[in-house]
């Protein structure tokens, strides 16, 4: 998952999560399926922000040291307020939990 500024516009973000997909790639990784949860309220202020941009995504990466300069990056990424990465079982199922609009 990446947290995003919420003052950035739709398409400063969409622009920038693509930035955040090439890190993956480009340390020997593949995207599996994407979640783009947009604009929400933050738990508790980050960085002086209370709106975030969220996105999630579903990727392998089977090279340890791919996966550890990929974190770098996003580590050192002005725009990214904060990520999270979990090791899930091979077998998840990567699933939508956001309500679908009628």
Request: proline fraction near 1%.
């Amino acid at each position: 998952m990446v947290i995003l500024p919420g003052d950035l516009t739709e398409k400063e973000a969409l622009t920038h999560l693509e930035i955040v997909k090439g890190y993956v790639t480009s340390n020997g990784g593949s995207i599996g399926d994407e979640l783009i949860w947009g604009k929400k309220d933050l738990a508790y202020r980050m960085k002086k922000h209370e709106v975030g941009f969220y996105a999630i995504y579903h990727f392998t990466m089977k090279d340890v040291k791919g996966m550890e300069e990929m974190k770098n990056e996003l580590k050192i990424d002005q725009v990214v307020l904060r990520e999270l990465i979990i090791k899930v079982d091979e077998d998840y199922t990567f699933a939508n939990f956001l309500k679908e609009e009628d």
